[in-house]
């Protein structure tokens, strides 16, 4: 079992900056791939980035060269911090773990709002 917990949202001006962290207890947290995904209020979840056990990363096209996801092992975190944030990156941004045999965790989420 894996348990997340997001942190860092809230509220920024547009081109401002925010850091997410999800802090994950359990075991075998580095075998896992790690994702921030979000859901913008009227829409599906969608994929934001992924990295994985070995540290290869995936962005979707709408954050590439705005947003960077990295993980730090010793920590059992997850970071994604995210620039240039626009009014339609509003949205509640979730942690994933994922892992074949492993299984797959979401957290609760956090609201992240861009407006001025």
């Known amino acids: 079992q894996v348990q997340l917990v997001e942190s860092g949202g809230g509220l920024v001006q547009p081109g401002g900056s925010l850091r997410l962290s999800c802090a994950a207890s359990?075991?075998?947290?580095?075998?896992?791939?790690m994702g921030w995904y979000r859901r913008a209020p009227g829409k599906q979840r969608e994929l934001v980035a992924t990295v994985t056990s070995g540290g290869s990363t995936n962005y979707a096209n709408f954050v590439k060269g705005r947003f960077t996801i990295s993980r730090d092992n010793a920590k059992n975190t997850v970071y994604l911090q995210m620039n240039s944030l626009k009014p339609e990156d509003t949205a509640v941004y979730y942690c994933?773990?994922?892992?074949?045999?492993?299984?797959?965790?979401w957290g609760q989420g956090t609201q992240v709002t861009v407006s001025s």
């Open positions: 994933n773990a994922n892992k074949v045999y492993l299984g797959n965790y």
């Open positions: 359990g075991s075998a947290f580095s075998a896992y791939t």
